[in-house]
């Protein structure tokens, strides 16, 4: 694999903190559904990408897209995201379903580039390479 480039459509979902469930008289930590089915998402997408898992290092290039609407405008005419999910925990969950995927373990990724941006169609474009040997 030199380079494989992962379209992710529909709106980018972040990563959820573990959840606490209770079985029987066990406690158990669970992922949010949300996650979970975003992240399956995820690996459907990469699997179409790519033919098999990098096994050396890699690099990501992660853009996350979200519909301008989503843009919430302040008083004094400042734009203001608050409303749109955190960045990181976006790529928390997109390299967290390309694990096994587009590379064998997530601890192979040693940079990550990732921008949000504003576009009509909402989606995840990601780009992973091979690193250079320094």
Known sequence: MKEVKITIPGRPVPKGRPRIGYRGRSVVLYTPPETENYEKGVAQAGKLACESPATGPVEMEIAV??????????????????????????????????????????????????????????????????????
Do not use: H, M, S
């Open 65 to 134: 897209y979200f519909n301008p609407q989503a843009k919430v405008y302040t008083r004094g005419g400042r734009r203001r995201t608050g409303t749109l999910p955190d960045l990181d925990n976006c790529v928390k969950a997109i390299v967290d379903g390309l694990n096994k995927v587009a590379y064998v373990d997530d601890r192979q990724v040693t940079r990550i580039l990732a921008e949000r941006k504003f576009d009509q169609v909402e989606r995840a474009e990601v780009v992973v390479r091979e690193a250079e040997q320094r």
